[in-house]
């Protein structure tokens, strides 16, 4: 098991976003939609393949995410997946 502080996350998050307006990157176009989620129950279990892949909605996440920003809506646990997919889409497009 390991730990990791908060502040340790944020640090990470920061360099990684510094580094996108760095290289010029300071708005993403998404342009894909839909993609595959393996629920939590079966992603760490490596030793088994998924009992079910579940389809996540980008455009449903960064609404939501944009939301929670604004104090529209309470953050909840799904706003740690929504962020994921996001995270997701930069890594594979940016």
Do not use: C
Not at 72 to 82: E, F
């Amino acid at each position: 098991m390991k730990s990791i502080s908060i502040n340790d996350i944020r640090l990470m998050i920061e360099s990684v976003f510094a580094h996108l307006e760095n290289n010029g990157v300071d708005n993403v176009q998404v342009s894909q939609d839909f993609y595959w989620y393996v629920a939590g129950d079966d992603l760490y279990k490596i030793d088994d393949k998924p009992q079910e892949l579940l389809m996540g909605q980008l455009y449903h996440d960064i609404q939501s995410l944009e939301s929670i920003a604004k104090g529209d809506m309470p953050v909840s646990a799904n706003a740690y997946d929504w962020l994921a997919a996001l995270f997701r889409y930069l890594g594979t497009t940016t």
